[in-house]
């Protein structure tokens, strides 16, 4: 079982999860899984398709915002973007979840809705250290 790791009431990251942890999400109140980690990482990771049936099976709503490296602005905005439109809590992952935290913060701090000490502070309360990501 994967590492749900809260990091606001609306969101949390994990590293890589599994078709069982979708029903796990389900029944912990997540209602989307933003799928963070491009298909063919390693060849042991479940693909998109799988995760994607799994939650959809679960009763999830799922997006696949890819992300090779850091974040680009495309990923950054879908990101955000399916966060706000989702209709509860979100569970994001990616290898290790730092991709996914990562992205969510970035896409905080661009829109406002969070200064760069809260982002890190919430960083690291998950687990993540942010402050060389967010400019100071």
Same mark, same amino acid.
């Given at each position: *079982?994967? =590492?749900?790791?809260? +990091?606001? &009431?609306?969101?949390?990251?994990?590293?890589?999860?599994?078709?069982? &942890? *979708?029903?796990?999400?389900?029944? !912990? @109140?997540?209602?989307?899984?933003?799928?963070?980690?491009?298909?063919?990482? &390693?060849?042991? %990771?479940?693909?998109? #398709?799988?995760? !994607?049936? /799994?939650?959809?099976?679960? @009763?999830?709503?799922?997006?696949?915002?890819?992300?090779?490296?850091?974040?680009?602005?495309?990923?950054? =905005? #879908? +990101?955000?973007?399916?966060? !706000?439109?989702?209709? @509860?809590?979100?569970?994001?992952?990616?290898?290790?979840?730092?991709?996914?935290?990562?992205?969510?913060?970035?896409? %905080? /701090?661009?829109?406002?809705?969070?200064?760069? !000490?809260? $982002?890190?502070?919430?960083?690291?309360? /998950?687990?993540? &250290? $942010?402050?060389?990501? $967010?400019?100071?």
């Amino acid at each position: *079982m994967s =590492d749900f790791r809260r +990091v606001t &009431d609306t969101l949390s990251v994990s590293p890589q999860v599994t078709e069982a &942890d *979708m029903a796990r999400a389900a029944a !912990e @109140g997540f209602v989307l899984v933003i799928n963070n980690r491009p298909d063919g990482e &390693d060849p042991t %990771q479940p693909s998109s #398709a799988t995760i !994607e049936a /799994a939650a959809r099976a679960a @009763g999830l709503d799922y997006v696949h915002v890819p992300v090779r490296g850091g974040p680009g602005p495309d990923q950054v =905005d #879908a +990101v955000r973007i399916a966060i !706000e439109v989702a209709k @509860g809590p979100v569970l994001a992952f990616c290898r290790s979840g730092t991709r996914s935290i990562v992205t969510w913060s970035i896409g %905080q /701090a661009i829109s406002g809705a969070a200064d760069r !000490e809260t $982002l890190v502070n919430q960083g690291a309360a /998950a687990g993540y &250290d $942010l402050s060389g990501v $967010l400019p100071g």
